[in-house]
């Protein structure tokens, strides 16, 4: 490490230039770079099951629809309608909007002269100003228009935006979408306060602009908030502007480097500056803490800094590795969101460290020798940090085994609590509760048919075999059977066109008894100007489609409603039809149970890796083994707490616990090879001990409130996935310091973490 320090010292104006050459190709990259909003690209990528689903949608209609609600006391009237014209006219004139559905879009099916006409409700109301309130009343009825377009109330409406088939949607265009078919209601009079929005592309809309918000707000409050801390414990100025730069670059070179690779960054992203800041500015306090330390022992300037180098770079160059192993284990999980993820975070982690190694020497060399002291021992701080110290020394000489045994009865309550919750993924739930979009849902499940929807596809071999009456009175058996299911609001299919025209004919019975007569009517709906086929059948009349309206936002559970539902359908269709139960949130479902037992394998991987790279950091196979019972704690704890606060555990969790693995472990690192080093020049292991938390206890309490306080502003987001960083890494981040500035001392001291000493 010495070596790399002098290399640096030697060649400081040339490596100072390098760096401002590679920061202005890196700030070009990511000036290049969008956020994906397509969950199809972020999670499934070339899935099999994915781009078929993608050419069932192609030829039936895409289930990227979103809902925008307006209030109007009497939708149907003219004024109301003459507005929704120019509404309609506005969304649709945006390239990425396939179609609307509305009033003005309704099928209205009526006898006449034997034949059949349809028009739209919106025409009958203009014909008939009169009977506004029976055309209500019926669309109220009917069962395919009811709560979809009409609130219950009648005094609602709603416009239904289906977008473009897109797995490739940017995130800059799913806000903009959103936007601009809002903006046409302000333009048209309706104040925000009467417009409502729902549908997941407005849930995806939202954690993009969260995660936006992330990037632009909450990373210059993370940054404000580490410069006063540094400022606070340092009283000088050199090492706040190197905090502040390293971890600055480090972001900067982190992302240009990932858009480089890819300049479609997932909403994922939000997080990475974050992280890689607070990880790149305890990397910093590590070396200059280092730094003063040498210079407190009488060293000059030149000297110290290259000691610095032994004192803590071996130690950070191993803590960094670790983190490196336990973020790149993140890439196990099988979706491209989390592989890119994990590998953006380690290569973040890693480039930390090289600026962190490379400037913190130029920079002590340069500026003026600072006073020989770590930290004013009359800052506030500085006494508080030096009390949890002396307090953690002091206990762990005296109890060690009750403190292994508290910790171990922790432990086993961890394990217990974590074992009672189950993983799930709500996307709602995400949101915070004040959020706009969580407010908007409330008022739709309230007055309209869930915007949520699972996509039935039924396929035969040949042609016109959906037109068979025994598929038709199967179809209409399954939907029946679907309606019943209490997740399910509404079905949508074939079935109900051929209904609703069967009885307008005056036909016999509910539906057609012959192939001719199916084939008849559904002849007259389309010459009567009926459009409701096309989302329903394909045109050589071998494929159909059912929709279903679902009140569920949770994707596991929609994943086993969309299994049990092909069950059903298998039960009761010809035996010659292929049923598939689909759509994007069945999908994700489907998906969560590769991504957690890849989230797991991760885990067990990352575990392993780094007990082996403690086994050799360490120089020692037993405290490399036991060095893993104290990095296991926070992880336990952080499961628990997840579970006692949030009930399910959201696979989002499971990264942020992945993360906390690789941060958690740090501390660990820095006291054991300080104990290494101090038990090669003591006479005990109890001495050792001393000495260990004269040297790195300050620094373990000092990064651990930095990392802490650096994640905490994260808890300003309002998508879950972020917010929670800044919760539970600050959690875990304390559990750790904790094991490490007790339990292990304490496993010290009984002789399961010894060295051989000086004596």
């Known amino acids: 490490m010495q070596a790399y320090f002098r290399w640096v010292l030697r060649n400081q104006y040339r490596v100072m230039v390098t760096i401002a050459i590679a920061t202005a190709a890196a700030a070009w990259s990511v000036s290049q770079t969008v956020i994906a909003s397509s969950i199809g690209e972020m999670f499934f990528g070339e899935d099999v099951e994915y781009l078929r689903y993608l050419e069932h949608i192609e030829e039936f209609g895409s289930d990227e629809v979103f809902a925008i609600a307006y209030t109007e006391p009497d939708p149907l009237s003219t004024d ?46 203009r014909a008939d100003p009169d009977g506004r309130s029976a055309l209500i009343r019926e669309v109220q009825s009917d069962p395919i228009l009811r709560q979809t377009v009409l609130g219950a109330s009648g005094t609602n409406a709603a416009v239904l935006v289906e977008l473009t088939v897109k797995p490739s949607r940017s995130g800059e265009e799913g806000p903009r979408i959103v936007n ?20 997941f592309p407005a849930i995806l809309t939202e954690l993009i602009v969260q995660t936006q918000f992330a990037f632009k707000a909450i990373l210059p409050i993370v940054m404000v908030v580490l410069t006063l801390i540094v400022t606070l414990l340092f009283r000088t100025s050199l090492p706040v502007v190197l905090s502040i730069g390293v971890s600055s670059l480090s972001v900067l070179w982190c992302l240009g480097i990932a858009a480089t690779v890819n300049s479609r960054l997932s909403i994922f992203y939000g997080m990475i500056p974050s992280v890689v800041t607070v990880v790149a500015v305890s990397d910093v306090i590590h070396m200059w803490s280092a730094y003063l330390h040498e210079l407190q022992q009488g060293r000059p300037k030149r000297e110290a800094i290259l000691a610095s180098a032994e004192d803590v770079g071996r130690a950070c160059l191993l803590t960094s590795v670790t983190t490196f192993v336990g973020f790149v284990s993140i890439s196990l999980i099988p979706t491209p969101m989390f592989r890119e993820l994990g590998w953006v975070l380690g290569l973040g982690v890693s480039i930390a460290l090289l600026l962190a190694m490379t400037l913190v020497p130029i920079a002590a060399n340069l500026g003026a020798t600072p006073e020989t002291r770590q930290v004013d021992l009359n800052n506030p701080i500085a006494r508080i940090v030096d009390g949890i110290v002396r307090w953690s020394a002091s206990i762990s000489f005296r109890r060690p085994r009750t403190i292994i045994a508290i910790f171990a009865a922790i432990s086993g309550f961890c394990i217990y609590t974590a074992n009672q919750h189950t993983i799930e993924t709500h996307m709602l739930n995400r949101l ?12 739709f499940e309230q007055e309209y048919a869930s915007t949520q929807s699972l996509d039935i596809f039924i396929n035969a071999a040949n042609p016109d075999r959906i037109l068979d009456p ?35 004919l005056g036909g016999e019975g509910d539906l057609p008894r012959s192939k001719e007569s199916v084939a008849q009517e559904l002849l007259l709906f389309e010459l009567g100007g009926g459009s409701a086929l096309d989302p329903v059948l394909n045109f050589d009349r071998s494929a159909t489609h059912l929709s279903l309206r679902v009140s569920e936002y949770r994707m596991r559970s929609t994943h086993e409603l969309a299994e049990s539902i092909e069950a059903l359908a298998a039960d009761i269709l010809p035996d010659d039809l292929t049923v598939k139960c689909t759509g994007m949130i069945a999908l994700t479902g489907a998906w969560l149970d590769e991504i957690v037992s890849g989230q797991r394998n991760g885990v067990v991987a990352s575990i392993i890796g780094i007990t082996l790279l403690m086994m050799i950091g360490l120089r020692s196979s037993a405290i490399g083994l036991a060095s893993i019972v104290p990095n296991l704690f926070p992880l336990l704890a952080t499961t628990a707490l997840c579970g006692l606060v949030w009930g399910d555990i959201d696979s989002d969790t499971l990264v942020v616990l992945m993360m906390a693995i690789g ?73 750790a310091m904790m094991a490490d500035l007790l339990l292990v001392p304490a496993m010290a001291h009984v002789g399961w973490l010894r060295y051989r000493s000086a004596a």
Do not use: C, W
Not at 82 to 89: F, G, S, T
Not at 475 to 484: G, V
């Open 80 to 125: 109301a309608l003459d507005r929704l014209e120019a509404i309609v006219a506005q969304i649709e004139s945006d390239p990425e909007v396939r179609t609307t559905t509305s009033l003005l879009t309704l099928d209205r099916v009526q006898s006449v002269d034997g034949g059949l006409l349809v028009e739209s409700y919106s025409a009958s109301a």
């Open 180 to 199: 601009h078919a809002l903006k046409a209601f302000a333009d048209n009079g309706y104040p925000a306060s009467a417009v409502h929005r729902a549908g």
């Open 432 to 443: 915070d509760e004040q959020n706009v979009v969580r407010v908007d849902n409330d008022f």
């Open 470 to 504: 025994d598929v038709i009175n199967a179809l209409a058996t399954l939907e029946d059977k679907l309606e019943a299911m209490p997740e399910v609001d509404q079905v949508t299919s074939l079935v109900d066109v051929l209904r609703r025209v069967h009885e307008t």
């Open 663 to 735: 941060i958690g472990v740090d501390d660990t690192i820095h006291f054991l090879m300080r104990f290494r080093i101090e038990s090669e020049r003591s006479a005990s292991a109890n001495e050792a001990i001393e000495r260990t938390f004269r040297f790195a206890g300050r620094a373990i309490v000092m990064t651990t409130l930095i990392l802490a306080l650096g994640f905490m502003p994260m808890t300003l987001s309002s998508y879950y996935s972020i917010e929670v960083v800044g919760i539970l890494l600050p959690f875990s981040l304390v559990a």
